[in-house]
């Protein structure tokens, strides 16, 4: 059977379970952490001080996981 068809009865199967894309950006969480994140962190240079390497991958990973630009 090819792809074509599968894909097609698949889609036809009222029981089959459809991927449905997370939108991340849409969430609350994703939007304060968007627009205080680099804020925070300004603040925090200004004071001389920085968040530890993995505090700031963790964040950098949050705000780019789910994004298709990001991969």
């Given at each position: ?16 379970v459809h991927y ?48 298709l630009e990001h991969?």
């Open positions: 059977m090819s792809t074509v068809v599968a894909a097609r009865n698949a889609s036809a199967d009222p029981g089959a449905q894309r997370h939108r991340p950006e849409k969430t609350l969480l994703y939007q304060l952490v968007s627009k205080h994140y680099p804020v925070f962190r300004q603040k925090l240079a200004e004071e001389g001080r920085m968040l530890p390497g993995y505090v700031q991958r963790e964040f950098e990973d949050y705000l780019n996981c789910g994004r991969g």
